[in-house]
Every structure is written in structure tokens, then in C-alpha cells.
């Protein structure tokens, strides 16, 4: 099966298998769970750590234009203030008064295949069919105090972005670098939304890990550099071996831009449940810099040499969810594949994961647990541990393991048998999408995974 015919039910496979395998987990379970909330696993971290470094790869280490930015999850108020967030970071709610129950009324309209503005439509509760109240602001950003004391002058709110935290060091990092517009500076980091409707797995929470960056550039220039980071952008999930069929981008239209705005697209993902955001790429003009410098006093302003003038510079920002990043490659990754006429079991559950963001590259497996093959198999596992991610496993058939590695997306297995201590000193690999298997000299093991970990498309191998 290809991922443009995956349904809501594959969803619930993938939930499932996400769980069992070790990728995410319901936080808080022993206790009945706690809503929109999880916990990654074993393999899970390990899947959103590699998603991570290869952004990273790519937005810092392999530019010489942007930087790195790890800022603080809880600054001044007045930094929300001074971006609109304390006044304007809100969406309308919609409250049920029979089981009060509270909605976005947005998300309503759009389940409906209404606009958002229309008019006449009456709005019931989904579950039990009463009308919902009109529409009140809610404002997303949680609240808490910084301090001993619980008063007002003592409020702050955990950052719903980590883009101001960037603004708000625009001068400090200009200063300690010596960076000439156009640069960039980068920031992974965790942020929080009271969204009202949270859902769709990992997709929505209230607690996620963005990866956002700023790019300054000259007034009249942002046009070249937003359509730039837009294919730029796209063309790293292609990297990543996201399917090109289940990826599109979508302009904003006018009435759908921030206030802030010159121009937004998104990357979207063809998810079970539809098209959906992937990553943004707004066009900010010079809003934020300009606004904490009025409501500051600390000059913002950059002054150009070659033009010996001072000015806000323009930003072009593509901002990216950690954890919509590794949904989509998970989902992307997905396949169930028939081996025989017969039933569920010769049915291949696999994840075909880009060798760069497996979560293990390469398990040693012992053909049996024989007291000649498993400190042979161990000392073969130490070796290649030292190049790649990689698992050891001698539990169950090995036709069991063969399929545990394919459910977690293992490029290569390699078996360790009895002519490997007894004649050739030589071991199995099998390829995870071809089943196929070559036997390779275990001198020459590890250059022999590297080549083909490379000819799958890693770079980094």
C-alpha cells in the first residue's frame, strides 16, 4: 500500500504500533492519562532527536549565513506584550450549556465546510446537539508566576513561540558574531498553547518542540528570499524521503495572513485525516523589531556599512513543529506489505524510515542464543556501535526479529550464524525494503553497512 491511501483506521494502526513498539506513549497512563499529552519512548526521542540534528544540519552547520539561539522558556511579560500575544494570541470559544463542553469555533465551521465568517449557520454541540454560546476570545498563552509571591506584578506566561526569544536578542547576537544582513539565527525549543481542540496524535498538543528561524535581510530584498526558503524548506522533507505526492505547498490567502504579515505559505502533509500544516513560511516585514524597539527603548535598528544607513531589517521566518515533523515522517514511513496469498500473517508491517532518521541503523542479531553465536554476535555489535545506531537482539525466532526490526524501521539486520565462527568469519546483512541478504566479511562489516546506508540516501553515514 502507498501512504496516499492511508485512512483513519491506519492512523489507529500506527497510534498502536507507536505504542508498542516504544515511540510514544500516553503521559501520565498509570493515572488515566492527561489530555493531548505523551511521552516519547526509547525510540520515539530517538526518532525526534535525529529529526532535530538534521534540521539543525541544514539550517546551521551547513550555512555559514545562520547561527544557533537557545533562549529562555520564561521571559519578561513585556516581551508578549510588546509582540500582541498578551492581547491578541486568542481564538473564539464556543461552550455547550447542557455538558459544557468548550469548542473552537473555527475548527466547527471548518468540520461543517463552511467559512469561518458565515452567516445564518447555527452552531450545535457535536456530542449531544445543543446551541453553543456565542463566541468568546480565549487567550492561549498558560499563565503562572515567577517568584514567591502570587500577585499580578509577579505573572509571567510560558512562551507560546520561540521566535520573540530571538527578536529580543537581535542586537546581542549581532554584536558577539559580527553577522552582516542576510543571516539567519536558529532555535529548537519547547513552547506552549492552551489550544482549546487539541488532537490528531502528536500533531496538536498543548506542550511541542518548535524549530524556527529568523532570517534578517535588507528592505526589498524579502521577496527573493521568501519564495527561496519556501522551495528550500520543501526540498529538505524530499531529503528526508518524505514522498513528493504527499506534500504540497499552500499560499496564504489575504484574509488568512497575520496582522504582521507581508505573506505566509504552508508546507502541507497529506495526513490520514487530510491536508494539513506542516511548516510555515511567514513573511514578517519588519514588525517584531520594530515593535520591541518602541516598546523597549533599546535600538534595534541594524546599520548597514555598504549603505551607511540604519534600518529594521525584514524577516523571512520558516517555523517547523518537532513533533509534526516526526508524525509526518512516521506516517510517510508506513507501509504494510503482502508477502504470501494468505492472511494477516503474511502481512509485512514496515517502516521505511531515510537511514539518517532511523531510530537504529543497524541490529545484530545471533541466529540463536548458542553459546558459540551470542559473544560472537556481542563482540560484532560492539564494533559497529562505534559508527552507527544500533541494537542487539536474541530474543524470540529470528523471523520475529526480522519483523520487530522492520516495525521500527532497522535499514539493516545482521546475523551472526554458525559458519560465522565455525568457517568464513563472515555474517548476514539484509536489506529492510529488498529482504534481500549478502554475506560480508566481518573485517569488512562496517564499510560494507556504510556503502549501503549511503546508496539508501544517508549523508551522514
Same mark, same amino acid.
Not at 534600518?311 to 509534526?324: H, K, M, S, T
Given at each position: 500500500m502507498t501512504n496516499r491511501n492511508l485512512t483513519e483506521l491506519d492512523m489507529a494502526k500506527i497510534v498502536s504500533l507507536a505504542k508498542r513498539r516504544g515511540f510514544v506513549f500516553p503521559s501520565s497512563e498509570i493515572y488515566g492519562g492527561i489530555g493531548s499529552t505523551w511521552d516519547y519512548g526509547p525510540l520515539g526521542v530517538a526518532l525526534k532527536r535525529n529529526v532535530k540534528e538534521a534540521w539543525w544540519q541544514s539550517m546551521v552547520y551547513d550555512r555559514d549565513d545562520i547561527v544557533g539561539l537557545d533562549s529562555a522558556i520564561i521571559q519578561s511579560p513585556e516581551v508578549w506584550i510588546a509582540s500582541g500575544h498578551a492581547d491578541g494570541f486568542a481564538d473564539p470559544l464556543v461552550e455547550c450549556p447542557t455538558c459544557h463542553k468548550r469548542y473552537r469555533e473555527d475548527h466547527l465551521f471548518e468540520a461543517m465546510g463552511a467559512e469561518s465568517n458565515a452567516s445564518g449557520i447555527e452552531l450545535k454541540c457535536p456530542d449531544d446537539g445543543a446551541k453553543l454560546s456565542e463566541p468568546r476570545m480565549f487567550n492561549l498563552m498558560f499563565e503562572t508566576y515567577s517568584g514567591p509571591v502570587q500577585d499580578t506584578a509577579s505573572k509571567v506566561w510560558l512562551r507560546p513561540e520561540t521566535a520573540q526569544g530571538i527578536f529580543i536578542n537581535f542586537d546581542n547576537v549581532v554584536v558577539s558574531t559580527r553577522k552582516k544582513v542576510p543571516f539567519g539565527i536558529a532555535q529548537i525549543g519547547k513552547s506552549f498553547r492552551n489550544e482549546i481542540t487539541p488532537g490528531n496524535f502528536i500533531f496538536r498538543t498543548r506542550e511541542f518542540e518548535q524549530m524556527e528561524m529568523e532570517f534578517f535581510v535588507k528592505p526589498g530584498d524579502d521577496d527573493s528570499w521568501y519564495e527561496y526558503w519556501i522551495k528550500t524548506r520543501f526540498q529538505w522533507f524530499l531529503d528526508l524521503g518524505v514522498r513528493a505526492e504527499n506534500l504540497r505547498t499552500r499560499p496564504h490567502e489575504a484574509s488568512e495572513l497575520a496582522h504582521y504579515a507581508k505573506g505566509a505559505t504552508d508546507v502541507e502533509y497529506n495526513f490520514p485525516w487530510g491536508w494539513s500544516e506542516l511548516e510555515g513560511i511567514a513573511s514578517r516585514t519588519d514588525f517584531d523589531l520594530s515593535r520591541h524597539e518602541q516598546h523597549s527603548? &533599546?535600538?534595534?535598528?541594524?546599520?548597514?556599512?555598504?549603505?551607511?544607513?540604519?534600518?529594521?531589517?525584514?524577516?523571512? @521566518?520558516?517555523?517547523?513543529?518537532?513533533?509534526?515533523?516526526?508524525?509526518?515522517?512516521?506516517?510517510?514511513?508506513? @507501509?504494510? @506489505?503482502?508477502?504470501?496469498?494468505?492472511?494477516?500473517?503474511?502481512?509485512?508491517?514496515?517502516? &521505511?524510515?531515510?537511514?539518517?532518521?532511523?531510530?537504529?541503523?543497524?541490529?545484530?542479531?545471533?541466529?540463536?542464543?548458542?553459546?558459540?553465536?551470542?559473544? &560472537?554476535?556481542?563482540?560484532?555489535?560492539?564494533?559497529l556501535r562505534k559508527h552507527f545506531r544500533t541494537e542487539y537482539d536474541d530474543a524470540q525466532s529470528i523471523g520475529r526479529r526480522y519483523r520487530r526490526q522492520d516495525e521500527i524501521g532497522t535499514p539493516f539486520c545482521v546475523t551472526v550464524d554458525f559458519e560465522t565462527v565455525e568457517t568464513d568469519n563472515a555474517v548476514t546483512i539484509r536489506n529492510r525494503d529488498t529482504m534481500e541478504q549478502v554475506r560480508v566479511p566481518i573485517d569488512d562489516l562496517a564499510n560494507q553497512v556504510r556503502a549501503q546506508l549511503r546508496s539508501m540516501g544517508s549523508t551522514r553515514a
Open positions: 527603548g &533599546k535600538k534595534l535598528q541594524y546599520f548597514d556599512q555598504e549603505l551607511n544607513d540604519h534600518y529594521w531589517p525584514y524577516v523571512i @521566518e520558516p517555523a517547523l513543529g518537532a513533533d509534526r515533523a516526526a508524525l509526518a515522517i512516521l506516517v510517510d514511513a508506513y @507501509e504494510e @506489505e503482502p508477502l504470501g496469498t494468505g492472511g494477516k500473517e503474511d502481512l509485512r508491517v514496515v517502516l &521505511k524510515f531515510h537511514p539518517d532518521i532511523a531510530p537504529v541503523q543497524v541490529a545484530v542479531l545471533p541466529l540463536s542464543r548458542n553459546d558459540k553465536l551470542v559473544p &560472537k554476535a556481542r563482540e560484532v555489535h560492539s564494533a
